[in-house]
């Protein structure tokens, strides 16, 4: 299951499919981008105002580093709706989780100093903790591995006005799995690095963070916060997102969204910038000027699990580093803090190339079309050609270009005559089907839809991708029967649920 839109992509810039989700309409007013240099500048203009189009996205702010310097700067629609303030390069972004980006950085800057070992348990630095936490290592906080209960579940235990009592309350939790079993996002993991940052740096953490990476780099828009600060040039937030009888539903009316992060939690979530002081922050640190270059590796490898293997929020983000969330793949690799569901940040260091991306609106996801704006200056990234996709799939997938979707069958015949031992894995599949969806190419994701569900006959999640794909072009029969079948294989399938409620 993934929700269905359609991002952009070099080359992709034909007829748009709007899909669910009310992506038809646009809210969000263009003002004229802002450049520093042309080249490929002009097309990432276009894929930014397309995305903006299709999701609705109020206001955006962009940078891109290439070969260590800034080369292009975009500020496009409004900042506040209400009051028609346009986007400038001086109007503030929540970052809201990219601040652990600036927490992982923090953290191997106090290794550097010879205060903190990465591999240590946490109860080495801070003994008062429950026993039960002790095992869990300062890198296994940093990677969401430690198994800590969560202080924000979805019920948010934590508020505002009642930090102390949700610290004491946290802590007489039972570990949710053995550190180091799985990964779970957890932002307990980042309050107490907060708290250690402030014991083993005499300051606190915030003011650490301030004084050795936003000084430095000179960042005078960057700080911590939350809306109740009153911050020069902050844009609004917005949301489509609703929540009726507890569950959250995405409307097409657009809401004002109140962002709050307790002071325990800033080094989860406090963060204010622009896209040109975080481009600035990237350049400095690939720069050594904020850490040795055997720091920046490790600050930028994932976490392996006790098994050896990797996780982290699926899709193309499948490993989690210091704070930094990875995209771990063959071609284009890259590490990738996201925010709130509105903004993110791409470092594909084999390319020196970065691109922030800032935005306004929660659901915005900007990291599902970042990488169509690095193909504006790496051609071979291009979706359209099965750019992320594994060799067996990519190799399909230049094959049916050239033949039509409709020869997949005997495609998938000839390669596994010719590689027995070929693989294709459910995951690696569905995520193929949903490229073409984002392509506009709903057909040719039905015969890859329908090729999963073949394969793998017993997985909810296929059927309801190719039930998805049926209710995006309107075919409520097959819709129906295949999100039926999803639902009895999944009966907790929310999506097939509500797709049949309704």
């Known amino acids: 299951m993934k929700t269905l839109f359609r991002p952009l992509c070099a080359g992709l810039l034909g007829s748009a499919l709007l899909l669910t989700l009310g992506l038809a309409s646009s809210a969000a007013a263009q003002t004229a981008p802002t450049t520093t240099q042309t080249t490929p500048a002009d097309s990432v203009d276009m894929l930014v105002q397309q995305a903006m189009r299709q999701l609705r996205i109020p206001g955006l702010q962009l940078a891109v580093v290439r070969h260590g310097k800034v080369v292009k700067l975009g500020q496009y629609g409004l900042a506040n709706i209400q009051d028609s303030v346009a986007v400038t390069g001086q109007t503030r972004f929540f970052l809201n989780s990219i601040t652990k980006a600036f ?12 205060k903190l070992n990465l591999d240590a348990p946490i109860g080495r630095y801070q003994p008062e903790l429950p026993a039960a936490w002790y095992p869990a290592t300062v890198r296994q906080l940093l990677t969401h591995t ?3 209960p969560d ?4 019920d948010a235990l934590v508020t505002e006005n009642n930090e102390a009592a949700a610290w004491q309350q946290v802590q007489k939790q039972p570990l949710e799995f053995k550190p180091g079993e ?3 996002y957890n932002q307990t993991n980042y309050l107490l690095l907060g708290r250690l940052i402030t014991q083993l740096s005499g300051q606190p953490s915030t003011e650490f963070i301030q004084q050795r990476q936003l000084q430095v780099v000179g960042m005078p828009r960057t700080s911590f916060g939350d809306a109740h600060n009153v911050l020069p040039h902050l844009a609004r937030g917005y949301t489509y997102t609703q929540y009726v009888n507890g569950a959250p539903r995405r409307g097409k009316e657009l809401r ?3 962002e709050v992060f307790p002071p325990s939690l800033r080094t989860a979530a406090g963060m204010s910038s622009t896209a040109q002081e975080v481009a600035s922050w990237l350049v400095a640190l690939q720069q050594r000027k904020l850490l040795q270059p055997q720091s920046l590796t490790t600050l930028w490898t994932p976490g392996r699990l006790n098994d050896g293997t990797t996780q982290s929020f699926g899709g193309k983000l499948n490993g989690y580093a210091l704070g930094w969330p990875t995209a771990g793949r063959p071609e284009h690799p890259a590490v990738a803090p996201v925010g709130g569901g509105r903004s993110a ?7 020196e190339l970065a691109i922030v991306v800032l935005t306004n609106l929660q659901g915005a996801n900007p990291e599902r079309f970042v990488d169509a704006l690095a193909a504006c200056y790496l051609p071979d990234m291009r979706v359209a050609d099965g750019f992320g996709l594994p060799p067996t799939l990519r190799a399909l997938h230049r094959a ?3 033949r039509g979707f409709s020869h997949l069958s005997e495609e998938v015949r000839k390669v596994r005559r010719q590689n027995p031992t070929a693989e294709l894995p459910e995951t690696a599949v569905n995520a193929w089907g949903y490229s073409l969806v984002e392509q506009g190419q709903l057909n040719d994701a039905l015969a890859v839809f329908q090729l999963n569900t073949q394969m793998y006959p017993k997985s909810a999640n296929t059927y309801d991708s190719l039930a998805e794909t049926y209710a995006a072009l309107g075919n409520k029969k097959l819709a129906t029967q295949y999100y039926t079948r999803a639902l009895v294989l999944n009966p907790k399938n929310r999506a097939a649920a509500e797709y049949l409620k309704h």
């Not at 940040?345 to 390319?351: E, K, L, M, N, R």
């Open 182 to 184: 799985r990964f779970a």
């Open 256 to 258: 004002n969204l109140f």
């Open 400 to 402: 049916l270009r050239q």
């Open 146 to 148: 430690s198994g800590l």
């Open 151 to 154: 202080i924000l579940p979805e």
């Open 103 to 114: 927490v992982g950085v923090a953290v191997m800057q106090l290794v550097e100093a010879g």
């Open 345 to 351: 940040v791409f470092v594909y260091p084999q390319d």
